[in-house]
């Protein structure tokens, strides 16, 4: 067992990374699902907001998994549950579901999977150099 399996197989480290993702769900149901939430400047676009709340839990998700999986294993998970909730929100009595929004979550999902696929690929080369 190499060095960077010994750390990822830590119980404190695992804790964390799923006490993480968990925490990060939350925050992202919670802003998803609350009447008008009031985040960020106002030259902060809903578009951008969406798009940086996806790319965060794909990042997450990511972290979660410990790196056991390469980036489509979040990226599968994120897309779904990023349009079941956006679809949620026509059960609230504030928020509707827009197309928009869905387009916003798929961008920011795929940003998260490419920045997340990056750090995969350096992530074995440094393993393997070492």
Sequence with gaps: ???????????????LRIGQFVFAIIIYTT??????????????SDFFLHALGNAI????AWVASGGRYSAMGPFLFVI???LIVELA??????????LI????NVVGALVGFLVCGFLSSVLKKYLKEN
């Excluded at 929100?89 to 827009?98: C, F, K, S, V, Y």
């Excluded at 929004?101 to 916003?104: G, I």
């Design 101 to 104: 929004d869905v387009v916003a």
């Design 1 to 15: 067992m190499n060095y960077y399996e010994q750390i990822m197989s830590s119980k404190l480290l695992t804790y």
């Design 89 to 98: 929100q026509g059960m609230t009595d504030n928020r509707t579901p827009e």
């Design 80 to 82: 779904p549950f990023s």
């Design 31 to 44: 802003l998803l699902l609350m009447p008008n939430p009031q985040i960020g400047q106002a030259g902060f």
């Design 57 to 60: 839990l794909m990042a997450s």
